[in-house]
Each structure stands twice: as C-alpha cells, then as structure tokens.
C-alpha cells in the first residue's frame, strides 16, 4: 500500500519559513519523480515543484528562488523549503509520487499552511 504522509505545515507570519516534508512508503521511492502541489481555496490546484530521480528541478511560477524541493534518496523522503512567505502562499500542500514525468500518480492527504499578513 502506498503511503504518501506529509508533515511541517502551520501557521507563520508574512516574511517567515516553514519546512515541509513528505515521507513515502510501499513505493521503490528512488525510481518515482516527486512533486509539490498546492491549492488555494477557492482555486484549482497548481504545481510548486517537482523533482527527478536524480535530483532535476523545475518550479511552477515565480515560486523558484523562494522554493526549494530536495530529496533524500536514503530516506524516502521529499522536502520543500519555503522562504519568504507570502499570503497568497495560504493552500493545502500536497505531495506527489510519479511513475512518469508528471503523472502523479499517488497523491499525499496534504498539510495546510496559512500565512498570516
């Protein structure tokens, strides 16, 4: 069974920085592509970052430079630093497991994180 359990969120001011983590079982975790998702409420769900195997980035818009996804390939799990934070950075975050560049096949309970201005 896949289990994709992720932890971090809460509450922190404007200007603040969380760090969440994302810890994957019942998958080879070294061979799936992860990825951040997020969704506003109210709004449709967005990309914050994916990364490769190898350790590949790409970022959704303007979030690169504040966001940073990273692995650990030894401990099957993702994180995602975020700095900086804004209010409209407010969502539910969601952890991805892919088989397939994008296909994000299994997909985290996720953890909120609201920003307060």
């Known amino acids: 069974q896949v289990q994709l359990v992720e932890s971090g969120g809460g509450l922190v001011q404007s200007g603040g920085s969380l760090r969440l983590s994302c810890a994957a079982s019942?998958?080879?975790?070294?061979?799936?592509?992860m990825a951040w998702h997020r969704q506003a409420p109210g709004q449709q769900r967005e990309l914050v970052a994916r990364?490769?195997?190898?350790?590949?980035?790409t970022y959704g818009t303007s979030l690169e430079g504040r966001f940073t996804i990273s692995r650990d390939n030894t401990k099957n799990m993702v994180f995602l630093q975020m700095n900086n934070l804004k209010p409209d950075d407010t969502a539910v975050y969601y952890c991805?497991?892919?088989?397939?560049?994008?296909?994000?096949?299994?997909w985290g309970q996720g953890t909120q994180v609201t920003v307060s201005s």
């Open positions: 019942g998958i080879i975790f070294r061979i799936y592509y």
């Open positions: 990364i490769s195997q190898s350790g590949s980035t």
């Open positions: 991805t497991a892919s088989a397939h560049w994008e296909s994000d096949d299994f």
